[in-house]
């Protein structure tokens, strides 16, 4: 089975930083293109950041040059390192994962639809 586990999710005041990590096992091939979401009470969950098997990034316009999505494909674990971050950054923030060579989208996310899903880890940004 394939297993995501979000951790590194907390309480910020704003301008502060996290360091998101998704924790990965199961998955096989080595090609996958992996990403980060965020659902914010009442709105629809939104693509943040997605990194295809090449290292290629993709970042939704609101956290250009502020995060930044990496991946250690020999620990299996995905990262976001979040700064300067908004209030409106607030959010249950979801790792996610598609196998196959497609590479990253506008707006941060992979060219396949995501297909492995972790559980989420909470970020509250305080004015």
């Known amino acids: 089975d394939v297993q995501l586990v979000e951790s590194g999710g907390g309480s910020v005041q704003a301008g502060g930083s996290l360091k998101l990590s998704c924790a990965t096992s199961?998955?096989?091939?080595?090609?996958?293109?992996m990403g980060w979401f965020r659902q914010a009470p009442g709105k629809e969950r939104e693509g943040v950041a997605a990194?295809?098997?090449?290292?290629?990034?993709s970042y939704t316009d609101s956290v250009k040059g502020r995060f930044t999505i990496s991946r250690d494909n020999d620990k299996k674990t995905l990262y976001l390192q979040m700064n300067s971050l908004k209030p409106e950054d607030t959010a249950m923030y979801f790792c996610a994962a598609v196998e196959g060579l497609g590479t990253v989208m506008p707006g941060g996310v992979c060219y396949y639809t995501m297909n492995h899903w972790g559980k989420g880890t909470l970020v509250t940004v305080s004015s």
């Open positions: 990194i295809d098997a090449d290292g290629r990034p």
């Open positions: 199961g998955l096989t091939g080595g090609y996958y293109c």
